[in-house]
């Protein structure tokens, strides 16, 4: 499955800690956009889809949330708790996002402006588009 884990440098003192990730280093695609995910109630899911092309880097800053991925071949569950590893998420997989902690805070980085068109939203039409990718 195109997913990848980046571990980010934490910079650690007697303050706390610092993260970060630069466009072409621990990011390896030009970041177009941002978007972050909070106050999600534990009991709800949310995503039920796959992107066409989008490039994803996944970064749970605070707080905790499961991921459920799934590609052609293969389901993923990632458990996400550490504001200092980064899941980089190609096109073509299906994900559901549930298990949110009160103060689970999910930032995504993204390699293309929002696109209703890159959207894939029907379960049946994501598997045909991945296994026509396959071929
Ligand atoms: P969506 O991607 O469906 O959320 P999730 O995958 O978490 O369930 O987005 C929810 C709504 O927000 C949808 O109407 C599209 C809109 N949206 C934007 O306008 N811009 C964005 O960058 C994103 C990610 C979503």
């Not at 621990?26 to 995910?37: G, H, L, S, T, V």
């Not at 299906?94 to 402006?113: I, N, P, Q, T």
Request: charged share 35%; with cysteine; net charge negative.
């Amino acid at each position: 499955m195109d997913l990848k884990v980046i571990h980010l440098e934490e910079i650690k003192d007697e303050r706390g800690s610092l993260v970060f990730a630069e466009t072409q280093k621990e990011i390896p695609f030009d970041i177009k956009r941002i978007y972050y995910i909070f106050g999600v109630e534990n009991s709800k899911r949310r995503g039920y889809h796959a992107h066409k092309k989008l490039e994803q880097v996944f970064i749970l800053i605070s707080g905790e949330c499961k991921i459920l991925f799934e590609d052609n071949k293969e389901k993923k569950i990632i458990h996400f708790n550490n504001p200092a590893e980064a899941l980089y998420v190609g096109p073509g997989i299906w994900r559901e996002m549930y298990g949110f902690s009160k103060d689970a805070v999910l930032l995504v980085l993204a390699s293309l402006h929002y696109s209703e068109d890159d959207y894939i939203r029907d379960y049946d039409e994501f598997k045909k588009f991945v296994d026509k990718k396959e071929k």
